[in-house]
C-alpha cells in the first residue's frame, strides 16, 4: 500500500507563527492578459483602422439630369421624289 495517511495531526505550539504562502497565479493572470491584448489587436486591424473609411462604397447623388436631343434638320431639301413609272406598253400581238 501507499505510505499515505489520512489522519494528519497538526500540533500547533503557543507564541509560533506559521506563514503559509500561496500561488496566486502570477503566471496564469500574464498568460490571460496577453490573450485579451492580442485579440483586441487583431479586432482593430480585421473591424478597420479607424478613421481609415475612404474605401466606403457610397451612393450616386438622385439627381440624374436626361438631355435628349433630336436630329438636326437637314441643310439641303431632300432631292425630288422619281416620277412614277411610265404605264406598261401594250403586249404585243401574237404572231402566226
Do not use: W
Not at 509560533?16 to 503566471?27: A, D, L, N
Not at 480585421?46 to 481609415?52: A, E, L, S, V
Amino acid at each position: 500500500m501507499s505510505d499515505y495517511d489520512r489522519k494528519t495531526t497538526v500540533n500547533v505550539e503557543p507564541g509560533t507563527t506559521h506563514t503559509t504562502t500561496s500561488s496566486t497565479g502570477g503566471g496564469l493572470y500574464f498568460i490571460v492578459g496577453g490573450l485579451v491584448v492580442a485579440v483586441l489587436v487583431g479586432a482593430y486591424f480585421i473591424f478597420g483602422i479607424p478613421g481609415n473609411r475612404s474605401n466606403i462604397a457610397t451612393t450616386p447623388d438622385n439627381k440624374t439630369s436626361i438631355t435628349i436631343e433630336q436630329p438636326r434638320a437637314p441643310a439641303t431639301p431632300p432631292a425630288a421624289a422619281p416620277a412614277a413609272p411610265a404605264a406598261p406598253a401594250a403586249p404585243a400581238a401574237p404572231r402566226q
